[in-house]
């Protein structure tokens, strides 16, 4: 009984690799790929700012409150990152760094203009982001999981064959697709040391790059 057992198992496994080398030798695999470009309409950026001591440095941490609320910039969008104290240095000077989010309601012109203060040490963007960036995420792999069925079609057509039903359907881990980085201006680094003659640098949404978003998905249909 043992022994026609075993054999039972084998006839199984052997017709299984059978099964499955037909289905490959049957079957047209291709890939897929889709891009867009999304406008963002949410812009993080790093603050930092400064005190001589403690106190200056908590009457300089209301002042960008109130600044930053005074453009637009809601307390809940805006986040504390860490502190800083030289201790090694003569003047002692005290930092804090902070994270605020604005939006296309913000005027970007005006904020800066009213962030150019000695106290603040420096800005820059942390991250570029889209609200709706899900929604556009999904379009783009169903567009690339279109163009793989699209290549598909013509492929076959040009020998006289059809495609018939996917047999496996793999996204192809890309991890420059949709990285929202920071990008710079086009005029300039994202890293902006606020100063006098930055007064007059256009700081709005229209100087962002756009995000970019990019999919591959690798397909694979039967030959009919």
Same mark, same amino acid.
């Given at each position: 009984?043992?022994l026609?057992?075993f054999l039972? =198992?084998?006839?199984?496994t052997f017709?299984s690799?059978?099964? *499955?080398q037909e289905?490959?030798k049957n079957?047209i695999?291709v890939?897929? %790929?889709a /891009?867009?470009?999304v406008?963002?309409?949410? $812009?993080i950026?790093n603050i930092g =700012?400064k005190? &001589?001591?403690k106190n200056?440095?908590? &009457?300089n /941490?209301k002042?960008?409150f109130?600044?930053?609320k $005074?453009n637009? %910039?809601k307390?809940?969008? !805006?986040?504390f990152k860490?502190?800083y104290?030289?201790i090694?240095?003569k003047?002692k000077?005290?930092? +804090?760094s902070f994270?605020?989010?604005v939006n +296309?309601?913000t005027d970007m012109?005006?904020?800066? /203009? ?6 603040v040490s420096?800005i820059n963007?942390?991250e @570029?982001?889209?609200?709706? @960036? ?9 567009? #690339?999981?279109?163009a *793989?069925k699209e290549? #598909?079609d013509?492929?076959?057509?040009? =020998?006289g064959?059809k495609v018939g039903?996917? @047999?496996? $359907? %793999?996204?192809i881990e &890309?991890?420059?697709s949709?990285? $929202?980085?920071p990008?710079a201006?086009?005029?300039r #680094? ?8 930055d #007064?007059?640098?256009d700081?709005?949404?229209?100087? !962002?790059?756009? =995000?970019?978003? +990019?999919?591959?998905i690798k397909?694979?249909?039967? !030959?009919?």
């Amino acid at each position: 009984m043992k022994l026609k057992h075993f054999l039972l =198992i084998g006839l199984l496994t052997f017709g299984s690799l059978i099964n *499955a080398q037909e289905i490959k030798k049957n079957a047209i695999e291709v890939t897929g %790929v889709a /891009e867009m470009e999304v406008e963002p309409d949410e $812009i993080i950026f790093n603050i930092g =700012i400064k005190g &001589d001591n403690k106190n200056q440095l908590a &009457d300089n /941490e209301k002042l960008l409150f109130e600044t930053l609320k $005074i453009n637009g %910039v809601k307390n809940e969008d !805006i986040k504390f990152k860490s502190m800083y104290q030289n201790i090694y240095s003569k003047t002692k000077n005290f930092t +804090k760094s902070f994270q605020f989010k604005v939006n +296309k309601k913000t005027d970007m012109g005006n904020l800066f /203009e009213s962030l150019n203060q000695k106290w603040v040490s420096n800005i820059n963007i942390a991250e @570029i982001k889209n609200t709706k @960036i899900a929604d556009f995420r999904k379009t783009v792999k169903i567009n #690339a999981l279109r163009a *793989a069925k699209e290549k #598909a079609d013509y492929l076959m057509e040009s =020998i006289g064959k059809k495609v018939g039903n996917p @047999i496996e $359907i %793999v996204e192809i881990e &890309d991890y420059t697709s949709d990285m $929202i980085v920071p990008m710079a201006y086009k005029s300039r #680094a994202a890293n902006v040391q606020l100063e006098s003659a930055d #007064a007059g640098v256009d700081y709005s949404f229209d100087n !962002i790059e756009n =995000i970019k978003l +990019k999919y591959s998905i690798k397909t694979r249909y039967e !030959i009919l």
